[in-house]
């Protein structure tokens, strides 16, 4: 048992060292090992002598307890890298994963504003008052740029290029990426920082967007002000923050960017992510197609 402990630790740290995951990532990874590590105690077993048995009860009474297919997924995905390391390690012959089929997972498409909606959103705060301008510049950056809410919120000033309208995220597992931020959003975050930044941040504070008692911006305050706005900017539709990047997605995806740029944009590792957006610009690809083509 104690071995399996130290191939599990091992593993951990092969992640946050020599794959760099955020420390986020690493616990989703250690609290489903520790859940297949208790599922084999339970039954007096070790990793040393699991086969596609072990794996296949696991995911079976990981379902019986209600655990979403996404879940499950994961669960196999967390395991796979396990047993691919220990291979690698030589500390095992093979791996007992290789013949699980993970189970089918329907990709529940992102919430979207429409354009008109978006521009509603944006124009919602009052550029007069210092929350206003700095809620503006807030909501132009994440949608210009495809900002993630953390990436915006964890902004540094040493970030910001604005003679170049650009800005540098820091996105999952701490990966940088430079994204233009657009003249329009430039210039609210230059007034922003000009006029409303100096009078409420602390000394000594780096974030860009802090709040009137100077701390940072979190993301559960930048929620409430985005849920906000939208009922005040008359959208009926449950969103979130995100929909700003997804919409931002979508809406490059309806006038003509190559999925490889959004990837990009949008810090994707892997385009599989993408491509959910694909799905979600159908009906304007067959608008399009009805549009243009003869037989439309």
Not at 48 to 62: K, P, Q, R
């Amino acid at each position: 048992m104690q071995q399996d402990d130290h191939w599990i630790d091992g593993y951990l740290d092969h992640l946050k060292a020599e794959r760099g995951l955020s420390l986020k990532t690493v616990e989703a990874y250690a609290s489903d090992l520790m859940r297949f590590r208790a599922y084999l105690r339970r039954g007096n077993r070790s990793l040393a002598g699991v086969g596609t048995g072990e794996i296949s009860g696991f995911l079976v009474e990981s379902s019986r307890s209600c655990l979403r297919a996404r879940s499950q997924a994961r669960l196999l995905s967390s395991l796979r890298g396990l047993f691919k390391y220990l291979v690698g390690e030589q500390l095992i012959s093979g791996d007992p994963t290789e013949l699980i089929d993970p189970p089918r997972v329907r990709n529940k498409l992102p919430t979207l504003l429409g354009r008109d909606e978006v521009v509603r959103l944006l124009s919602a705060p009052d550029r007069g008052k210092p929350r206003g301008l700095r809620d503006a510049a807030m909501l132009h950056s994440m949608y210009a740029a495809g900002l993630r809410v953390s990436e915006l919120v964890r902004l540094d000033l040493g970030d910001l290029d604005l003679e170049q309208a650009l800005v540098v995220a820091f996105g999952k597992g701490g990966k940088r990426r430079v994204v233009p931020l657009g003249e329009l959003a430039r210039d609210l975050v230059g007034a922003y920082l000009q006029s409303v930044r100096p009078e409420w941040a602390v000394p000594g504070e780096k974030a860009v967007f802090v709040t009137a008692r100077g701390r940072p911006m979190t993301r559960q305050g930048f929620w409430k002000l985005v849920k906000a706005y939208a009922r005040g900017a008359g959208i009926a539709k449950e969103i979130s923050p995100h929909a700003l990047r997804h919409s931002f997605a979508t809406h490059l995806l309806q006038g003509g960017a190559d999925l490889r740029v959004v990837q990009t944009l949008l810090g994707h590792a892997d385009i599989s992510t993408t491509q959910v957006y694909t799905h979600v610009s159908g009906e304007h690809l067959r608008a399009m197609h009805a549009r243009y083509h003869p037989r439309g």
